[in-house]
C-alpha cells in the first residue's frame, strides 16, 4: 500500500505594453497596456493498493485533489477555479489461461494549458489573422477505461471510452465587427470518444515481421460557450497502420529495414472539419561488432502528408478553409556504440509542459 501528499503552487506574471510611433519617436499607449498575474494552488491526497491472489492481480488508486486559480488584473482579481477534483486508476487482470487474458483499466489525469496560451499578447500572422491567449482558460480533465483480451499473448482486442471535461484546443473565430480570424484556445464543455481497436501481428516467411492496428472512433464534442455559435458536433472515423521489419541479412552484413504507414479518414476538431492524412516512412539499420555497433539511416514523412488534406470551419455564420503547405519530410543518421558495462544514470525529469507554445 503507498499513500503520500503533494501541495503545489505557481505563479506566472505577464506584463504588455504597446508602443505607438509618433514621428521619429515611439510614444507609451498607457491604455492599452496590460499586467496581468495568475496565482494557482493546489493539493492532493492519494492512496494505492496492490493484491494478487490466483488469476487475479490488480491495482487501485485514488486521488483527491483541490485546486484554486485567481487571475488578477489592473481591474481586479477574478477566481477562474475553486473545486475538488477525484481521480481514480485502475488496472485489473485475470488470467483464463497463459493464452487468454483479460485486462481491465481505468485512468484519469489532468492536463494544464501552457504559459504562452494563458498570456493575453496578440500575435499577428498577417493582414486577417491573429494569436490571442485566452487567460481565462481552464485545466482540462481525462477519464479514460479500457477492457482488452488478449488472445495468444499477441492479438489484442480492446474497447475504450474516454471522457474529458473542460477540455482545450485552439480554435478559430471570425469577428463579425473586425475582418480578423483570431485563434485562441478554448475550452470545451467535454469531449466524448469511444471505440474499438484490434492489433494483429504477423510474418511472412522466416524474414518478414509485421504488426497490423485498426482503429474505429467515435468523437463528440460540445462547447455551449463559443461566441454567439455554440456546437455539438459527431463524427465517426478511422485509423489503420501498419508496421514491417524485414530481415535483409543475418549474417555478415546484418542489415534490417523497416517500412511503417498509416492512414487517418477524415475526422474533426473542435469547429474544424479535417481531411484525411497519411504517413509513409522508411528505414535502414546495420548491425556489427558482434552487435555493439550500428548505423541507422531514417526517412520519415516521405510524400510530406501529415497534416489533413483540407481544414474546414462551417458552422453557424463561421467560414473558412485553410490550406497548409509548410509540412516537411525528415531525414536522419544515427550511429550507436554499445560499451561493456556502462549503466545509464537516472535523473529526475523536469516537468516543463506548461512552458511550450
Not at 157 to 172: A, C, I, R
Request: hydrophobic share 30%.
Amino acid at each position: 500500500m503507498n499513500y503520500g501528499v503533494n501541495v503545489s503552487t505557481t505563479r506566472s506574471r505577464s506584463d504588455v505594453e504597446y508602443r505607438d510611433k509618433i514621428g521619429s519617436d515611439y510614444v507609451f499607449d498607457d491604455e492599452r497596456f496590460r499586467h496581468d498575474l495568475q496565482k494557482e494552488w493546489g493539493g492532493n491526497l492519494f492512496a494505492e493498493v496492490s493484491r494478487s491472489f490466483g488469476r487475479f492481480s490488480g491495482t487501485v488508486s485514488l486521488k483527491a485533489e483541490y485546486f484554486r486559480s485567481d487571475y488578477e488584473t489592473l481591474t481586479g482579481t477574478t477566481t477562474l477555479w475553486d473545486d475538488w477534483a477525484f481521480f481514480p486508476n485502475a488496472s485489473l487482470s485475470y488470467v483464463i489461461t497463459p493464452s487468454h487474458i483479460l485486462q481491465f483499466n481505468v485512468s484519469s489525469d489532468k492536463s494544464y494549458p501552457s504559459y504562452w496560451s494563458v498570456n493575453p499578447q496578440t500575435s499577428y500572422i498577417n493582414s486577417y489573422s491573429v494569436i490571442r491567449g485566452n487567460p481565462e482558460l481552464k485545466p482540462g480533465r481525462s477519464y479514460e477505461g479500457q477492457l482488452m483480451y488478449i488472445f495468444r499473448q499477441k492479438y489484442i482486442f480492446m474497447g475504450f471510452v474516454e471522457y474529458q471535461p473542460d477540455k482545450f484546443t485552439q480554435l478559430p473565430y471570425q469577428s463579425d465587427d473586425v475582418l480578423e480570424n483570431v485563434f485562441r484556445f478554448e475550452n470545451l464543455d467535454y469531449s466524448l470518444s469511444s471505440g474499438v481497436a484490434v492489433i494483429t501481428p504477423f510474418a511472412i516467411g522466416k524474414r518478414i515481421n509485421s504488426r497490423v492496428t485498426l482503429h474505429g472512433i467515435r468523437l463528440q464534442e460540445k462547447s455551449s460557450g463559443f461566441y454567439d455559435t455554440p456546437f455539438n458536433n459527431t463524427r465517426v472515423f478511422g485509423r489503420v497502420g501498419m508496421n514491417n521489419t524485414i530481415n535483409i541479412s543475418d549474417a555478415k552484413p546484418n542489415l534490417k529495414f523497416t517500412l511503417d504507414g498509416y492512414y487517418v479518414s477524415p475526422a474533426q476538431q473542435g469547429v474544424y472539419r479535417l481531411g484525411y492524412s497519411y504517413d509513409v516512412s522508411a528505414g535502414l539499420k546495420w548491425l556489427f561488432a558482434g552487435d555493439k555497433g550500428s548505423i541507422s539511416v531514417k526517412y520519415d514523412n516521405i510524400f510530406r502528408s501529415h497534416y489533413p488534406s483540407y481544414m474546414k470551419v462551417d458552422v453557424g455564420n463561421q467560414y473558412s478553409n485553410m490550406n497548409m503547405y509548410d509540412d516537411s519530410s525528415y531525414f536522419g543518421v544515427a550511429f550507436v556504440w554499445k560499451f561493456g558495462g556502462y549503466k545509464e544514470k537516472k535523473y529526475t525529469k523536469v516537468d516543463d509542459s506548461r512552458f511550450g507554445k
